[in-house]
């Protein structure tokens, strides 16, 4: 019998100790649970330029500190987190958003994390930070599509640890291996775990293709996949799932990347996202079991806007190391069903009229569940060096111009692949596609073209497109990948370069 208790298998455990959502979180609730539970600290954790998270401690004095704290949020120095704030008039406000509320798993004292939100100094929502970015083209995409834009992603890393020399897995063949040939399954289970403890609503992990050996060290991909949730809970269990990955590795001594590539002829790694829009509860994605007119204007939308969108998920020049042919990467501008050559891929999404559940279990009842809430489409392009609400903003802009664009249906049809774009006899076909930047500076100078779009319904502030193509430009890669693509060690003074990106 299952049980009525809806939070009882619930991992977080404020919310099971609440008995209520995350997204219902009071600061009454906050403060109830740190009393009851004994917890001493307070942790705020937001992002910084450089896309990772940053923390500042907070030891509780007494029930009126925390209330204080909790209310009024701190100060901070904006100049020393984002490029765009200039020194002379820094001070930014930091504000705990309490639906992100989490305990922190590797703090020996109790702690209470949440994440926050940035605030200038008239106390209106800091326009070019990246959480109220990502707010704003949410709520573009729900004035003018009537629906909800929801995502989720595909978190591929490698742990690096010592060769052990024993159960060697075949090279390039470490897709959804077992242990003993895959040495690093515990530690994912114990990051999910974690994650979830946290909020992260995780819909499974595996090993992934990358498994090989090098001076001694054994490196494995592995990759995290989470559950469609609404854009900007997305960021935030994305972005405390790498900073939970990091910390864990270095707790048990191993080294782990998001990089794009981390050498040459190995897999490298992505961050695919996934997307659908949501109206009164209902996925839009599919139409009497096909995709729907809706799916393709918010396809067209990213296939119009592609080029632009990989200075938001592709920020460093190894990124553009991995966007190359016959690695299951896209490098052109294309979409297609189940196919790991394009840029935007519909994949399999359970729209079979058939009952498999029963076919594999004979004793079970016949079921109509209603899998059309599953169906999402994925772009393949970013990886782990973006700034995640940048990126997930950008697309959420780009599915809305779908929308508003008077010839989307006619860019969807126009764009559609069914084979294999890198196959000989399908070169006539290549050659009729746009390709995607090949360096930071082109991706800024596509940004730079495009960025009206982006600019549009106020979403990402002109100071923060401005700022993007600077970072972009100061990388002065135009021309690097074709000249170092024959050097091993110039390729590998860029890898450690940009090891821990994003």
């Given at each position: ?10 991992a ?5 100790f ?35 998270l940053?923390t500042?401690?907070?030891?509780v004095?007494d ?21 765009f ?5 820094s001070?930014?406000y ?37 959480e ?12 003018v ?13 490698y ?8 159960y ?60 469609p949730?609404?854009v ?26 998001f ?57 460093n ?5 991995r966007?190359?042919?016959h ?9 297609g ?10 994949p ?22 209603d ?6 489409v994925e772009?393949?392009s970013?990886?782990?060096?973006a700034?995640?609400?940048q ?5 959420c ?9 008077s010839?989307a249906?006619?860019v ?12 000989a006899e ?5 050659a ?13 100078d ?12 106020g979403v ?13 430009r ?29």
């Amino acid at each position: 019998m299952i049980t009525d208790n809806l939070f009882a298998l619930n991992a977080n455990p404020i919310v099971a100790f609440l008995e209520k959502p995350s997204a219902e979180f009071t600061k009454e609730d906050i403060i109830n649970y740190m009393v009851k539970n004994d917890i001493r600290m307070v942790n705020f954790m937001y992002p910084g330029g450089d896309g990772k998270l940053k923390t500042l401690n907070f030891v509780v004095n007494d029930l009126a500190y925390l209330d204080t704290i909790l209310t009024c949020g701190e100060r901070v120095d904006g100049s020393s987190l984002f490029s765009f704030i200039q020194a002379g008039s820094s001070d930014l406000y930091v504000l705990p958003r309490f639906r992100t509320a989490f305990v922190d798993p590797f703090a020996e004292i109790p702690t209470v994390t949440l994440l926050c939100s940035f605030f200038d100094k008239d106390g209106h929502p800091l326009e070019s930070s990246p959480e109220h970015t990502l707010h704003k083209a949410a709520e573009a995409f729900r004035k003018v599509t009537g629906m909800e834009f929801q995502a989720m992603g595909e978190l591929e890393y490698y742990v690096i640890s010592d060769d052990e020399g024993v159960y060697p897995a075949q090279d390039q063949r470490g897709y959804h291996e077992s242990a003993p040939y895959a040495k690093s399954g515990d530690f994912r289970t114990r990051c999910m775990q974690y994650i979830a403890q946290a909020g992260g609503q995780i819909k499974y992990g595996h090993s992934e293709v990358g498994n090989f050996s090098l001076n001694g060290k054994n490196y494995e991909q592995n990759e995290i996949e989470f559950l469609p949730v609404p854009v900007e809970q997305a960021a935030e269990q994305l972005m405390v799932a790498k900073w939970v990955i990091r910390n864990l590795g270095y707790q048990l001594g191993y080294d782990v990347t998001f990089a794009p590539k981390i050498t040459t002829g190995k897999a490298g790694s992505g961050l695919h996202i996934h997307m659908r829009m949501l109206k009164d509860g209902q996925n839009q994605m599919l139409s009497h079991g096909v995709l729907s007119e809706s799916a393709r204007k918010m396809i067209a939308g990213m296939m119009d806007l592609a080029p632009a969108i990989t200075a938001f998920g592709n920020k460093n020049p190894m990124s553009y190391f991995r966007l190359v042919p016959h690695q299951e990467a896209p490098t052109n501008v294309c979409w297609g069903d189940r196919n790991r050559s394009v840029l935007v891929r519909v994949p399999l999404g359970w729209a079979a009229d058939a009952d498999m559940c029963r076919a594999a279990n004979p004793l079970e009842p016949q079921t109509s569940y209603d899998t059309s809430i599953k169906q999402t489409v994925e772009m393949r392009s970013p990886d782990g060096s973006a700034d995640l609400y940048q990126l997930l903003a950008g697309l959420c802009v780009a599915c809305r111009h779908g929308f508003e664009m008077s010839n989307a249906l006619e860019v969807a049809e126009r764009t559609y692949v069914n084979v294999n774009i890198h196959a000989a006899e399908n070169a006539d076909r290549l050659a009729s596609l746009a390709q995607l930047p090949d360096s930071c500076v082109a991706s800024a100078d596509c940004l730079n073209r495009q960025r009206k779009v982006f600019e549009e319904h106020g979403v990402f502030a002109p100071a923060m497109i401005d700022g993007i193509i600077d970072q972009l430009r100061a990388h002065d890669d135009v021309n690097l990948r074709k000249n170092i693509e024959g050097s091993p060690d110039e390729i590998q003074k860029l890898v450690m370069q940009f090891f821990h990106c994003g």
